[in-house]
């Protein structure tokens, strides 16, 4: 199997987690190498569904290596109530490791992400409150705490005292909230620390001889590219890079061992929080797709937004990350609609029409999409399991997707089971 990164080629949600399932059963390691606890990844196995929020979604196979990289920024608590979960429904967690250099969420990285939030108004960003925008401003801003300080009991101490002052500052002389207490903080993080001691070690070497040898690592995106913190939609974006490039920036592998990067993304398009959405569909049609397509959020349960799918940002996805494959999921969630749209290109207030993607789409208000009208398809399709079954105007959508993107569909998903992937093309 070749060394692949798994990227979401829309706003998130796209389900990375059943791709990266699928692929691990081949592959020696998985590796998460971006964002935190707000994102959200389902793996459904028989009757069980499984939602994960940091453990790599290749934990279902036990002699799989799952890897939370140094690019991933980690909230203790809610890392140690995943870890125990699954512990209780039977599942072994001694693959799991950690990376001594992934930084810590702390309590002021929550309150502030949530304060901040607020005091933008109407300008609100939609971030999930998790402190995870915090976290990795610390991080930049040299100031944060790494998992190899959390489990050195002397030196978290250390760096918490350092560190917290000024944040007190932040908290109580701008918005005006009650400071922290570093003996709390130290007794809640040390218990801890006791819990995740043992998985953490240093994970880039550990990940590069996979990669160098195995040639058989998965690495696990969050998020998608289109909330890439430079080349999403800015402002409405994430904290970190989702996108391919972030996987050699998360693990500390280069990138001549990436073999190969798979972009997942919906039949159809959706979004959550704030921020331009072209092909957004606010009647009953948006419901629908919701409805058939459990369109909530794994870690927040949010509504997302839902609309038509959008090949200007499906192109773009696949410039900006160099894909190979496109996984195509959630085909069955359009079965019963009498038609279906692809946004082919965008058309401004003055009637310019655009097929690229404007770096300032976050403030194009204005954008309308230009569409592609299909025929839909009745049939149930959640049973098929091979592309010459499905409806004949199911394989036209399809077809015509791979067309406009320029790249080739690897596979298709008719349902949230393992067993509900028609593969087209072999991309291990």
């Not at 028989?46 to 690019?71: N, R, W």
Request: proline share 5%; charged share 20%; net charge negative.
């Amino acid at each position: 199997m070749a060394n692949l990164v798994v990227v979401g080629a829309q706003w998130g949600d796209e389900a990375k987690g059943k791709v990266i399932d699928y692929l691990a059963q081949d592959a020696s390691m998985v590796v998460r190498y971006s964002g935190g606890n707000n994102a959200g990844h389902s793996v459904t196995v028989g009757q069980e569904e499984y939602k994960f929020h940091l453990v790599p979604s290749g934990i279902l196979h036990p002699q799989v290596t799952c890897v939370l990289a140094d690019g991933v920024v980690i909230d203790p608590g809610v890392l140690v109530k995943e870890i125990e979960e699954l512990c209780a429904r039977g599942l072994p967690v001694d693959n799991l490791k950690i990376s001594a250099a992934a930084h810590v969420i702390l309590p002021y990285h929550r309150l502030q992400d949530q304060l901040e939030e607020a005091r933008r108004g109407e300008h609100r960003i939609g971030t999930t409150g998790r402190g995870i925008g915090p976290a990795y401003t610390d991080k930049a801003a040299r100031c944060g705490i790494r998992m190899g300080d959390l489990v050195d009991p002397v030196r978290f101490e250390e760096r918490l005292r350092a560190i917290l002052p000024i944040k007190n500052a932040l908290l109580t002389g701008v918005y005006g909230v009650e400071p922290f207490d570093a003996g709390q903080i130290l007794k809640e993080y040390r218990a801890h620390a006791d819990y995740l001691r043992r998985f953490v070690c240093d994970t880039p070497a550990l990940v590069h001889r996979a990669a160098s040898t195995d040639r058989s690592v998965l690495f696990e995106g969050a998020q998608g590219t289109m909330l890439d913190l430079d080349l999403g939609t800015y402002p409405y974006v994430t904290s970190s890079h989702p996108i391919a490039g972030g996987a050699c920036l998360g693990t500390g592998v280069g990138p001549t061992l990436i073999d190969g990067v798979i972009g997942v993304a919906k039949s159809y398009t959706t979004r959550v929080g704030a921020g331009v959405f072209p092909t957004e569909l606010t009647c009953e049609i948006g419901s629908y797709i919701r409805e058939r397509g459990r369109e909530y959020g794994t870690t927040t349960g949010r509504p997302r937004r839902c609309g038509w799918l959008d090949i200007v940002a499906l192109r773009y996805a696949a410039q900006v990350n160099g894909m190979t494959y496109i996984a195509l999921g959630h085909l069955d969630v359009l079965s019963g609609l009498p038609e279906v749209k692809i946004c082919v290109a965008y058309r401004t207030a003055e009637g310019v029409v655009m097929t690229g993607m404007p770096s300032d789409l976050a403030f194009r208000t204005e954008i309308a999409p230009v569409y592609e009208v299909l025929p839909g398809w009745d049939t149930d399709i959640s049973e098929v399991r091979t592309l010459e079954d499905l409806p004949c105007n199911a394989r036209a959508y399809v077809r015509r997707v791979e067309e406009l993107i320029g790249v080739p569909v690897a596979s298709l998903s008719v349902g949230p089971a393992r067993e509900q992937t028609i593969l087209l093309r072999d991309p291990r």
